[in-house]
Protein backbone atom coordinates (compact mmCIF):
# COMPACT_ATOMS: atom_id res chain seq x y z
CA UNK A 1 0.00 0.00 0.00
CA UNK A 2 1.85 3.60 -0.72
CA UNK A 3 2.25 5.88 1.91
CA UNK A 4 0.96 9.28 1.86
CA UNK A 5 3.03 11.42 -1.17
CA UNK A 6 3.81 14.74 -0.74
CA UNK A 7 4.96 17.46 -4.02
CA UNK A 8 6.95 19.01 -4.14
CA UNK A 9 9.67 18.06 -1.99
CA UNK A 10 11.59 21.15 -1.66
CA UNK A 11 10.50 24.92 -2.71
CA UNK A 12 12.68 27.44 -2.76
CA UNK A 13 10.58 31.03 -2.91
CA UNK A 14 10.94 34.55 -2.42
CA UNK A 15 9.09 37.03 -0.03
CA UNK A 16 6.09 37.78 -1.54
CA UNK A 17 5.00 35.26 -3.48
CA UNK A 18 2.26 32.05 -3.28
CA UNK A 19 3.10 28.40 -2.87
CA UNK A 20 0.92 25.61 -3.22
CA UNK A 21 1.47 22.18 -1.64
CA UNK A 22 0.11 18.98 -2.32
CA UNK A 23 -0.91 15.84 -0.87
CA UNK A 24 -2.30 12.12 -1.67
CA UNK A 25 -3.43 10.05 0.92
CA UNK A 26 -3.12 6.23 1.90
CA UNK A 27 -5.52 4.95 -0.40
CA UNK A 28 -9.18 4.80 1.67
CA UNK A 29 -8.09 7.40 4.09
CA UNK A 30 -10.53 10.54 3.58
CA UNK A 31 -9.03 12.91 6.38
CA UNK A 32 -5.97 14.89 5.39
CA UNK A 33 -4.32 17.46 8.17
CA UNK A 34 -1.75 19.83 7.79
CA UNK A 35 1.22 20.45 9.91
CA UNK A 36 4.10 23.36 10.05
CA UNK A 37 7.39 21.91 11.91
CA UNK A 38 9.87 24.67 12.35
CA UNK A 39 12.96 24.36 14.90
CA UNK A 40 11.39 26.96 17.60
CA UNK A 41 7.63 25.98 17.59
CA UNK A 42 7.72 22.26 16.84
CA UNK A 43 4.61 20.95 14.76
CA UNK A 44 1.59 22.84 14.91
CA UNK A 45 -1.75 21.81 13.29
CA UNK A 46 -2.80 24.23 10.09
CA UNK A 47 -6.52 22.51 9.59
CA UNK A 48 -7.76 19.43 8.29
CA UNK A 49 -10.21 18.06 5.51
CA UNK A 50 -13.27 15.43 5.60
CA UNK A 51 -15.39 14.98 2.89
CA UNK A 52 -13.88 18.01 0.93
CA UNK A 53 -15.42 19.92 4.08
CA UNK A 54 -12.67 21.98 6.46
CA UNK A 55 -13.28 20.73 9.80
CA UNK A 56 -10.88 21.97 11.96
CA UNK A 57 -8.22 25.01 11.92
CA UNK A 58 -5.36 26.42 13.84
CA UNK A 59 -3.94 29.43 14.56
CA UNK A 60 -2.56 30.13 11.37
CA UNK A 61 -3.27 33.81 9.34
CA UNK A 62 -5.88 33.74 6.44
CA UNK A 63 -2.83 33.29 4.42
CA UNK A 64 -3.15 29.86 5.18
CA UNK A 65 -5.57 27.96 3.02
CA UNK A 66 -6.18 24.61 1.91
CA UNK A 67 -8.71 22.70 -0.17
CA UNK A 68 -9.53 18.79 -0.66
CA UNK A 69 -10.71 17.46 -3.32
CA UNK A 70 -13.67 14.70 -4.35
CA UNK A 71 -11.09 11.78 -4.29
CA UNK A 72 -9.45 12.70 -1.23
CA UNK A 73 -6.26 14.41 -2.43
CA UNK A 74 -5.39 17.69 -0.75
CA UNK A 75 -3.48 21.15 -1.66
CA UNK A 76 -2.50 23.95 0.66
CA UNK A 77 -1.52 27.03 -0.07
CA UNK A 78 0.27 30.04 1.47
CA UNK A 79 0.22 33.50 -0.21
CA UNK A 80 2.32 37.19 0.25
CA UNK A 81 5.41 34.74 1.51
CA UNK A 82 7.55 35.45 4.47
CA UNK A 83 10.36 34.72 5.62
CA UNK A 84 8.80 32.60 8.81
CA UNK A 85 6.81 30.83 6.91
CA UNK A 86 10.17 29.02 6.30
CA UNK A 87 9.34 25.32 7.47
CA UNK A 88 8.46 21.71 7.06
CA UNK A 89 5.07 21.18 5.82
CA UNK A 90 3.41 17.82 6.72
CA UNK A 91 0.36 16.38 5.12
CA UNK A 92 -0.92 13.24 7.91
CA UNK A 93 -4.21 11.37 6.72
CA UNK A 94 -6.48 8.44 8.59
CA UNK A 95 -8.97 6.79 7.68
CA UNK A 96 -10.79 8.41 10.36
CA UNK A 97 -12.41 5.61 13.32
CA UNK A 98 -9.51 5.29 15.93
CA UNK A 99 -6.71 4.61 13.46
CA UNK A 100 -3.81 7.29 13.83
CA UNK A 101 -2.21 9.56 11.50
CA UNK A 102 0.30 8.63 8.96
CA UNK A 103 2.22 11.33 7.43
CA UNK A 104 4.08 11.90 4.39
CA UNK A 105 7.55 13.03 3.77
CA UNK A 106 7.02 16.60 3.95
CA UNK A 107 7.40 19.82 1.18
CA UNK A 108 10.32 21.78 2.77
CA UNK A 109 9.68 25.51 1.77
CA UNK A 110 12.33 27.82 2.13
CA UNK A 111 11.62 31.43 1.82
CA UNK A 112 13.97 34.25 1.03
CA UNK B 1 -5.29 25.47 25.02
CA UNK B 2 -3.83 21.88 24.96
CA UNK B 3 -0.76 21.35 25.80
CA UNK B 4 1.99 18.58 25.50
CA UNK B 5 5.34 18.47 27.29
CA UNK B 6 8.11 16.20 26.60
CA UNK B 7 11.61 15.72 28.68
CA UNK B 8 14.42 15.25 28.88
CA UNK B 9 14.64 17.66 25.58
CA UNK B 10 17.47 16.01 24.70
CA UNK B 11 19.38 12.81 25.60
CA UNK B 12 22.75 11.14 24.91
CA UNK B 13 23.20 7.62 25.69
CA UNK B 14 25.56 4.51 24.70
CA UNK B 15 24.47 1.45 22.73
CA UNK B 16 22.75 -0.97 25.08
CA UNK B 17 21.58 1.59 27.59
CA UNK B 18 17.88 2.08 28.69
CA UNK B 19 16.17 5.19 28.12
CA UNK B 20 12.61 6.48 29.88
CA UNK B 21 11.13 9.67 27.93
CA UNK B 22 8.31 11.43 29.63
CA UNK B 23 5.32 13.25 28.16
CA UNK B 24 3.01 15.64 30.29
CA UNK B 25 -0.31 16.53 28.98
CA UNK B 26 -3.38 19.07 29.62
CA UNK B 27 -6.15 18.71 27.19
CA UNK B 28 -9.45 19.30 26.77
CA UNK B 29 -11.87 15.69 26.84
CA UNK B 30 -8.60 13.52 26.50
CA UNK B 31 -9.20 11.23 23.62
CA UNK B 32 -6.03 9.41 22.79
CA UNK B 33 -1.86 9.97 23.50
CA UNK B 34 0.25 8.91 20.47
CA UNK B 35 3.90 8.41 20.39
CA UNK B 36 5.81 9.00 16.90
CA UNK B 37 9.67 8.78 16.18
CA UNK B 38 11.23 11.11 13.54
CA UNK B 39 14.44 10.16 11.55
CA UNK B 40 14.75 12.67 8.47
CA UNK B 41 11.16 13.66 7.46
CA UNK B 42 8.25 11.71 7.94
CA UNK B 43 7.45 11.22 11.69
CA UNK B 44 6.17 6.91 11.83
CA UNK B 45 3.50 5.73 13.97
CA UNK B 46 5.02 4.00 17.36
CA UNK B 47 2.29 3.61 19.60
CA UNK B 48 -1.59 5.15 20.15
CA UNK B 49 -2.73 4.48 24.36
CA UNK B 50 -6.21 5.49 25.42
CA UNK B 51 -6.64 3.51 28.29
CA UNK B 52 -4.23 3.85 31.51
CA UNK B 53 -2.17 1.55 32.83
CA UNK B 54 -2.22 -0.62 29.29
CA UNK B 55 1.73 -1.12 28.26
CA UNK B 56 1.60 -1.10 24.65
CA UNK B 57 5.00 -3.17 23.26
CA UNK B 58 6.64 -3.47 19.64
CA UNK B 59 9.95 -5.18 20.22
CA UNK B 60 12.58 -3.12 22.53
CA UNK B 61 10.30 0.10 22.55
CA UNK B 62 7.10 -0.13 25.20
CA UNK B 63 4.93 2.58 26.73
CA UNK B 64 2.22 3.42 28.95
CA UNK B 65 -0.15 5.91 29.74
CA UNK B 66 -1.18 7.44 33.11
CA UNK B 67 -4.30 9.42 33.15
CA UNK B 68 -4.29 10.23 36.57
CA UNK B 69 -1.03 12.00 36.52
CA UNK B 70 -1.80 12.48 32.88
CA UNK B 71 1.20 11.67 31.25
CA UNK B 72 2.65 9.14 29.72
CA UNK B 73 6.44 7.58 29.19
CA UNK B 74 8.18 5.73 26.43
CA UNK B 75 10.59 2.74 27.31
CA UNK B 76 13.64 1.62 24.93
CA UNK B 77 15.02 -0.81 26.16
CA UNK B 78 18.74 -2.08 24.69
CA UNK B 79 19.26 0.82 22.87
CA UNK B 80 20.73 0.91 19.29
CA UNK B 81 22.06 3.90 16.86
CA UNK B 82 19.15 3.07 14.46
CA UNK B 83 17.28 4.08 17.60
CA UNK B 84 18.91 7.72 17.23
CA UNK B 85 15.69 10.52 16.46
CA UNK B 86 13.50 12.77 18.08
CA UNK B 87 10.43 11.45 19.52
CA UNK B 88 7.36 12.83 19.30
CA UNK B 89 4.72 12.76 22.03
CA UNK B 90 0.86 14.07 20.68
CA UNK B 91 -2.69 14.16 22.85
CA UNK B 92 -5.88 13.92 20.82
CA UNK B 93 -9.12 15.93 22.32
CA UNK B 94 -12.95 15.15 21.00
CA UNK B 95 -13.76 14.78 17.80
CA UNK B 96 -17.12 16.56 16.26
CA UNK B 97 -19.17 15.67 14.22
CA UNK B 98 -17.39 14.12 10.89
CA UNK B 99 -13.71 14.36 11.62
CA UNK B 100 -12.09 16.88 13.84
CA UNK B 101 -9.08 15.03 13.93
CA UNK B 102 -6.42 17.50 15.28
CA UNK B 103 -3.17 16.59 17.40
CA UNK B 104 -1.36 18.65 19.80
CA UNK B 105 2.17 17.92 19.98
CA UNK B 106 5.23 18.37 22.47
CA UNK B 107 8.20 19.74 21.07
CA UNK B 108 9.69 16.42 21.09
CA UNK B 109 12.89 14.51 22.26
CA UNK B 110 16.56 14.37 20.51
CA UNK B 111 17.61 10.74 21.41
CA UNK B 112 21.41 10.36 20.78
CA UNK B 113 22.36 6.65 20.99
CA UNK B 114 26.50 6.68 20.64
CA UNK B 115 28.28 3.36 19.46
Known amino acids: KAGVTQTPRYLIKTRGQQVTLSCSPISGHRSVSWYQQTPGQGLQFLFE???????NKGNFPGRFSGRQFSNSRSEMNVSTLELGDSALYLC???????????FGNGTRLTVT | EDKVVQSPLSLVVHEGDTVTLNCSYE??????LLWYKQEKKAPTFLFMLTSSGIEKKSGRLSSILDKKELSSILNITATQTGDSAIYLCAVEGPRGGGSNYKLTFGKGTLLTVNP
Open chain 1, 92 to 102: ATSNYGDSPLH
Open chain 2, 27 to 32: VTNFRS
Open chain 1, 49 to 55: YFSETQR
